[in-house]
């Protein structure tokens, strides 16, 4: 078990203090000081935080680390350690690691990704909805879930209950998909991977159910396609569809035009940015694991972003290195790749991975002592324990890691070297094919000196084409593996970094630049002195706009003498790119069909798979899309997910048909206000501040908001239960109007608050009033949030309920409206969307709600 002890960590911090001493650790970026004050930084249910910057956190994963290295021989100090994880320079924890590791007041998983699955009776409405509790288990411990469909009988099919025939696969993707998004995690929403095989009958309506507005918006779907659907569409030959999917006797079986549903697949992904592909007969021929398929490690699905196939109960824990650090007098003629300190701290980091392993199954031991201790009956807790006893399972049977990188974009400019070129190509190759030779010599010498995992056979192993690989580069690697044996039946992955390469500020796991450089806004007051407005807006709001450099395109300028203050103009700017080494090597630069190769090329040393989305414009072709899938196909490729600008935004079909007057318009209400108004009540918290938010509808859309404090002196006391009643506009005796807000008591009995424009704060109520006639007069509620956000306010109070108001309206907002001027915290990507209310990128799948 554990042996941190809450006691030992005591000192808290203001968020001012963490922020300040953050921003002056990460040399003034702020964007990375708030992501790991809100992602990482240990606090506690009261919001008090226990770390004031990253080095804090740096010291506990370190003393962790060096806590599991004394059960072994020859173990690693804190201080050796601390030195390779510290700064983000080296190697690097990612996601539940870094925020769990140490963390006394958090019972959750190390875990970043699981996949469940069921046996046997999984077609049951009992297995199906045992799936659905699991599910929503893992995630309140922090993980992203995957699992697949494929089991679920086709629409149609007989069964014996009431129904008669089976309402297929569709009605379950629902259900999993709204399961996800109520379970939060920190702030966060879940994360849902739903898979089926294309040769399940119900495949197509699988690959339809997303493109109907607000359906399945909790979940990504991918179709597991094999080789013989690939090679019939390529043929231009039918494919039978027969259910189960691995039968020879099945009970169900049908012929369909390869073609036809592949150009659905194709027109979807180029309409929706979904359904990604997974290359089912790829993954599972060069997947390690599963020669031990019939031992349970059958690989059936993948996490919710791709880079981590799984067998079910299976799960695994993410580390990046920072390959930009091995690059030595980067950005100069005699930058050089400094191969012997890569390789080193390869095996370090395979090492910490394995320790890490240990430190999870102290978290599992944890988590199943908390449900023994729950006051809840056996019977109800049976599920939620059992997942984790067959969690604990497979991770001490395997000890699957998760070995991967990130700044693989600016590695290649520092050395002056494109990329998408040849040359790139090839030297990502060696890179990933060091990782690949060093994770798994470090395996095999932790075998040697803490034993194989349980099941390691190499006789199962043999015509591994991965393993074969392995052999032919480096044979005295391979006869050591005969001779002691493997630590982990599985090492390696490319993820996406997101959160990670923010702080690592470079760019993310094995993507080009986004942007070498752009530019932001500052608002300013134009009546100040030696002020400079290069910007007035539609309301006459005036902004100093100034140039953000990506920091390793500053580092690029700042080695060739250019000066990084100076206020250049666009022309300038652009002068200064074609200069270099990110001339012509962004995400919209690079070549499509040679991502495609590089992906597939690296993918050979890579024995998991590759998280990485091809952007492509928006006047991008499906028949382009078809081809860049194709193309992955054949270059060995596992998976791939492809995104054209633009395409989740007004492409979604509604569940109602509106004629073309109607969509053109604004929302129509009625220009005399209503007496009485039917209200929606919104509760949230910002910081410890407790908030209430009355939100007048007509139609069910936003017409009127009142917000203020809840539940204390200067706010508004209202039974936790109510949820919804009537705003009534009334009048007091000298004529001014008053909003009295009604609800029923428990009884049915109606209960009056007089006068909600009384009950809160005046400031909050004058700004409530601008936003409130915004909403009558028909501007759309992501406009309206766009307008919140841009305010700037005074106090830190007034911006803290400004904050609370955009959070009450977004959960008005349709599902898959666009994010206007807005960029993924995690890949810095603008493909966001609103799900749900939350903002979600359709880039790396990060979810951000509030």
Not at 81 to 97: A, H, L, M, N, R
Not at 468 to 483: I, N, P, Q, V
Not at 569 to 574: A, D, F, I, R, V
Request: proline letters at 4%; glycine letters at 6%.
């Amino acid at each position: 078990m554990q042996v941190n002890k809450v006691a030992e960590i005591q000192k808290t911090y203001t968020q001012e203090e963490a922020f300040n001493a953050s921003v002056d650790y990460f040399k003034g970026d702020d964007l990375a000081a708030r992501v790991w004050i809100n992602k990482y930084a240990i606090k506690d249910s009261e919001g008090n935080l226990y770390e004031k910057t990253p080095n804090d956190m740096h010291r506990r994963i370190a003393r962790e680390i060096a806590r599991i290295e004394q059960r072994y021989p020859n173990p690693l100090s804190e201080e050796a350690v601390f030195e390779v994880i510290k700064d983000f320079k080296y190697i690097v924890p990612q996601g539940s690691p870094m925020a769990g590791i140490g963390n006394p007041y958090q019972i959750a998983s190390l875990s970043n990704c699981f996949v469940i699955g069921n046996e046997g009776d999984s077609d049951s409405y009992g297995g199906i909805l045992k799936i659905d509790q699991e599910q929503v288990q893992l995630m309140k411990r922090r993980g992203g879930v995957g699992h697949d469909l494929s089991h679920i009988r086709p629409k149609g099919s007989p069964v014996k209950n009431s129904a008669l025939t089976s309402t297929g696969i569709v009605p379950f993707m629902e259900r999993y998909s709204n399961s996800t998004r109520e379970v939060a995690q920190d702030g966060r929403r879940g994360a849902l991977m739903l898979s089926v095989s294309i040769n399940h009958p119900d495949s197509e309506d699988f690959i339809d159910a997303k493109m109907e507005q607000g359906k399945v918006t909790g979940a990504n779907v991918s179709v597991r396609i094999d080789d013989a659907f690939m090679q019939a569409v390529k043929d231009g030959k039918t494919y039978t569809q027969k259910y189960p999917v691995n039968s020879d006797n099945p009970k169900f079986s049908k012929d369909i035009e390869a073609g036809r549903l592949w150009n659905k697949i194709v027109h979807n992904a180029w309409k929706s940015a979904e359904p990604g592909i997974l290359f089912w007969d790829t993954i599972v021929k060069e997947s390690v694991p599963d020669c031990y398929s019939d031992l349970g490690f059958k690989t059936v699905s993948t996490n919710p972003c791709g880079e981590i196939p799984l067998c079910p109960y299976d799960s695994c824990r993410l580390l990046a290195i920072n390959l930009f650090s091995y690059v030595e007098e980067p950005f100069s003629k005699d930058a050089f790749f400094n191969f012997p300190l890569f390789k080193k701290h390869i095996a370090l980091a395979q090492r910490i991975m394995d320790d890490i392993i240990d430190l999870e199954l102290e978290k599992v031991d944890a988590i199943i002592a908390k449900i023994d201790a729950d006051p809840q009956s056996d019977e109800v807790k049976a599920v939620e324990k059992n997942l984790w006893l067959n969690i604990k399972r497979k991770a001490q049977e395997g000890r699957r890691t998760g070995i991967g990188i990130t700044a693989e974009g600016d590695m290649l400019a520092a050395l002056g070297i494109k990329y998408g070129s040849q040359q790139g190509i090839d030297f990502s190759v060696e890179i990933h094919k060091t990782v690949a030779l060093e994770a798994y010599r470090a395996s095999v010498y932790a075998a040697k000196e803490r034993g194989a995992f349980k099941i390691f056979d190499s006789e199962r192993e043999k015509n591994n084409p991965f393993i074969l690989r392995l052999k032919t580069a480096d044979e005295k690697l391979y006869f050591d593996m005969l001779e002691y044996g493997r630590r982990n039946i599985a090492l390696l992955t490319i993820a996406p970094t997101g959160t990670t390469s923010l702080m690592t500020q470079t760019t993310s796991g094995i993507e080009p630049v986004f942007l070498p450089v752009y530019k932001r806004r500052r608002k300013v007051n134009p009546n100040d002195k030696n002020v400079r407005v290069d910007f007035v807006d539609e309301v006459g709001d005036s902004w100093e706009e100034y140039v953000v450099f990506h920091h390793r395109f500053r580092q690029w300028m700042e080695v060739n003498g250019i000066s990084t203050d100076k206020n250049y103009s666009q022309q300038e700017l652009n002068k200064i790119v074609k200069k270099s080494p990110y001339y012509k090597a962004t995400s919209n630069d690079v070549d499509w069909l040679s991502k495609v190769r590089m992906q597939g090329a690296v993918q050979k040393w890579v024995d998991h798979s590759i998280s990485v989305t091809i952007n492509l414009p928006n006047e991008a072709t499906e028949e382009l899309v078809g081809k860049l899938y194709l193309e992955a196909w054949q270059a060995g490729c596992k998976g791939v997910t492809v995104y054209r600008d633009g395409s989740r935004s007004g492409v979604l079909i509604s569940n109602e048909e509106k004629n073309e007057e109607e969509a053109d318009t604004l929302t129509s209400f009625p220009t005399k206000r209503p007496e009485t108004l039917v209200a929606d009540v919104v509760r949230f918290q910002n910081n410890k501040d407790k908030w209430i938010a009355f939100i007048g509808l007509i139609d069910e859309k936003p017409y009127e908001i009142f917000t203020g404090f809840a539940d204390d002196e200067d706010g508004i006391l209202i039974p936790r239960w109510v949820n919804e009643g009537v705003i009534i506009k009334n009048r007091n005796e000298d004529g001014s109007s008053r909003y009295d807000f009604q609800y029923k008591n428990k009884r049915g009995y109606k209960t009056t608050i007089e006068g909600l424009s009384h009950k809160f704060n005046p400031e909050y109520w004058n700004y409530a009033k601008l936003i409130s006639s915004t909403l009558r007069h028909g501007m759309p509620i992501d406009k309206v949030v766009e307008l919140i956000n841009s305010l700037q306010l005074d106090s830190e109070s007034i911006n803290t309920w400004k904050n609370g108001v955009a959070r009450a309206l977004k959960r008005y907002i349709a599902d898959g409206t666009e994010a206007h001027k807005q960029k993924c915290e995690n890949c810095n990507s603008t493909a966001l969307i609103y799900q749900e209310g939350c903002l979600t990128c359709k880039d790396c799948g990060s979810s951000k709600c509030g």
